[in-house]
C-alpha cells in the first residue's frame, strides 16, 4: 500500500475503494459499505483501508459529518445509506485502530499520531450521532447540542 497522508482516502487502497463504489449503482452503495465494514474480524484487519474509506463516507452523512475532513473519496455522490451502518463503522473503526502500532521512526511516529486522532474523530462522529437524542430517551432533559470540533483546511464531502 502506498500511503500519502494520514486522512481516510490518503491510500492506494482507500482511493481503489471509491473508485469501486463510485462505479457501482447508487441501489448497490449500501451492501458494497456494508460489507467493508462487517468482515470477519481477520479480514477487517487485513483490509483495514477499505474499512475507514467505508466508515467515511458513513460519517460524513451524519448530521455533524460535514464538518469533517476526509480529503478525497468517491467522486459521485453516495445514496442515503441506512443509520444502522454507523454502529458497524464505529465498531470497526475500534478493531482497526487497535490493531494499529506506533513505529520506531519519529516522522512515522508523528503521522501516525495524527492518522489515529483523525480516525478517532471519524469514530465520535458516528457514535455521537447514533446515540438516541434526549426526546428519545423517557425521562431525559433536553441540553443543547454540543458544538462540534471544526478542522481546517479543504473539505470533503458526499452529497447524499
Do not use: K
Not at 7 to 29: G, I, Q, T, W
Request: one cysteine or more; hydrophobic letters at 40%.
Amino acid at each position: 500500500m502506498t500511503a500519502w497522508g494520514t486522512r481516510p482516502y490518503d491510500n492506494d487502497e482507500a482511493a481503489s475503494f471509491a473508485v469501486r463504489l463510485d462505479a457501482l449503482p447508487p441501489e448497490d452503495h449500501d451492501a458494497f459499505i456494508r460489507t467493508a465494514l462487517t468482515r470477519e474480524p481477520a479480514e477487517l484487519r487485513r483490509h483495514w483501508q477499505e474499512a475507514v474509506a467505508a466508515a467515511a463516507v458513513v460519517a460524513v452523512q451524519c448530521p455533524t459529518g460535514r464538518l469533517l475532513d476526509i480529503g478525497y473519496g468517491p467522486a459521485r455522490p453516495v445514496a442515503a445509506l441506512p443509520t444502522d451502518l454507523r454502529s458497524h463503522a464505529a465498531a470497526a473503526l475500534a478493531l482497526v485502530s487497535e490493531g494499529q502500532h506506533d513505529t520506531d521512526s519519529p516522522a512515522s511516529a508523528t503521522l501516525h499520531a495524527l492518522w489515529r486522532a483523525r480516525t478517532a474523530s471519524l469514530r465520535e462522529t458516528l457514535i455521537t450521532d447514533s446515540a438516541p437524542s434526549p426526546a428519545q430517551v423517557p425521562g431525559s432533559m433536553h441540553l443543547p447540542p454540543v458544538r462540534p470540533h471544526t478542522t481546517t483546511g479543504p473539505r470533503r464531502t458526499l452529497a447524499p
